[in-house]
């Protein structure tokens, strides 16, 4: 229900600034990237009795730090800003157990080798009113599709979470700014944060082409009656960003 109230009141926002015909949209933006991903926390899948609070790293192997493609569109008017962006991370690795673990109702004999692997393909439509020259504030719809995989043993959930968001941005000379952005979901026991901060660089060959380098955080728990996933992702950010 939310997901749909959401989508409806940008569907009638957007029609209603094409109605002014005032000549306010000023900005379309193509932006892709790759993020640098150190991933730590744990997982826990399966019911209460049936699972162990696995570490991904020191019980499940998997390497944590790996990149991650983004790609994110936004298109800007002089007081709002509409925005999708999609983002992929797929971390593997391999452990010998030091000790019996459960996963999916499945027990694993210490000392065994298991294979693991973890991905999350993220979505997020955003909208965004400039309040001042610098701050804006609005809302966040999330999608996410996690996977986890121990031994051919898959495991997917698909959750959708909204959030609130703000974005600063202040120039610091021309051509140059400092901008940072952060969300969050403020209801749900599921519930993520997010967090960045950076700069733009407007290249002087290319006259509609900035680059983008900063450093994200993201904070995804995923809490239901069998699912129990605590994880961080944080790394550098790298891309760049065509205007039109």
Not at 79 to 103: A, D, R, T
Not at 217 to 244: E, P, R, S, V
């Amino acid at each position: 229900m939310i997901k749909k109230n959401f989508l409806a009141f940008l569907l009638l926002l957007t029609t209603s600034l094409y109605a002014q015909n005032d000549g306010n949209f000023f900005q379309t933006q193509a932006e892709i990237g790759l993020a640098r991903s150190n991933l730590s926390g744990h997982i826990s899948i399966g019911s209460d009795n049936n699972s162990s609070r696995l570490d991904i790293k020191n019980d499940l192997g998997i390497n944590g730090s790996k990149q991650g493609l983004k790609a994110m569109l936004t298109r800007s008017t002089t007081h709002h800003k509409f925005g999708f962006k999609v983002e992929k991370y797929e971390h593997s690795g391999s452990k010998k157990l030091s000790q019996n673990i459960l996963y999916n109702g499945s027990q694993y004999a210490n000392s065994s080798l298991i294979n693991s692997e973890i991905s999350m393909r993220w979505a997020k439509a955003k909208y965004r009113y400039r309040y001042t020259k610098n701050f804006s504030l609005g809302l966040d719809i999330n999608g996410m599709r996690f996977k986890t995989i121990v031994n051919d043993d898959e495991v997917k959930k698909t959750i959708v979470m909204p959030a609130i968001g703000v974005d600063y941005e202040k120039e610091l000379e021309e051509g140059l700014n400092f901008i940072t952005k952060a969300s969050s979901t403020i209801t749900g026991a599921s519930s993520y944060r997010y967090a960045y901060a950076g700069f733009s660089y407007d290249l002087k060959v290319l006259h509609c082409t900035c680059l983008h380098i900063g450093y994200q955080y993201k904070k995804l728990n995923i809490d239901t009656n069998d699912i129990d996933i605590d994880l961080k992702y944080q790394g550098l950010y790298a891309g760049l960003a065509m205007k039109f």
